[in-house]
């Protein structure tokens, strides 16, 4: 016997798929590009992350003790969300300085693929500084306000070169308001940045460095530039 319920099920079954399509779109993975039949294992969410970390980096790897510390300390203040999978809550930031070529970037987001390891459930963004500022500066058709407080609450966010783009009023009061929100609400942000701690507080000025000192612990990174090889 066919009930309404039965008739419904394809809408039903349409609708979903609708706002799985929508989900994968906004984080950057194109549906079509997925397998038509259900894989026999479920993706993992470190695979899915990987579609969004840049190819040089998706294979990194947290080897500094400290980034290692790091993620053990992120994971165990993570809790139960309402699908019972922990996710992460508040916890401490970390500032991953040192020369260019270090390996900042790197540790970075081999920090997120050890988070994910961990079972955390993890939404991140990422982004350089040079490119949060043209992201976020005014232009007709985008609204520059939500896209600043989607990344002051993101449960985790790389801020990739802080202090490396050129700097003005405007630039220092967009870091000041998403370093703001983010040291008041303890989230956990990943900091990179090839300068000194004097010239980080001159780049982005006496506000930011003061909350900086106090939500992050500092890792100095050292060694020659990775990116240079000697001539043969």
Do not use: F
């Amino acid at each position: 016997m066919t009930t309404a319920a039965t008739r419904r099920e394809p809408q039903r079954i349409s609708s979903l798929a609708a706002r799985l399509g929508t989900i994968l779109a906004d984080r950057g993975i194109d549906a079509n590009a997925l397998p038509a039949e259900a894989p026999s294992e479920r993706v993992t969410a470190l695979e899915l992350a990987e579609a969004r970390i840049p190819p040089r980096y998706r294979h990194a790897l947290a080897d500094h003790q400290q980034v290692d510390a790091w993620v053990d300390e992120v994971a165990l203040a993570a809790r139960p969300g309402p699908s019972g999978t922990r996710g992460i809550a508040l916890g401490p930031s970390l500032l991953i300085a040192g020369p260019t070529g270090t390996g900042k970037t790197h540790q970075a987001y081999g920090a997120v693929r050890s988070l994910l390891t961990t079972g955390v459930r993890l939404r991140w963004e990422a982004a350089t500084t040079a490119d949060l500022y043209a992201r976020l500066r005014p232009r007709p058709g985008h609204d520059a306000e939500r896209d600043l407080a989607a990344l002051s609450i993101c449960p985790l966010l790389i801020l990739d070169d802080l202090g490396a783009a050129k700097q003005s009023e405007w630039t220092e009061e967009i870091t000041y308001r998403l370093i703001n929100r983010r040291y008041t609400d303890l989230l956990p942000t990943l900091i990179t940045t090839n300068l000194p701690t004097a010239a980080l507080r001159d780049a982005v000025g006496d506000r930011v460095a003061s909350r900086l000192a106090e939500m992050t612990t500092t890792v100095v990174l050292t060694g020659a530039d990775r990116r240079r090889r000697p001539n043969a």
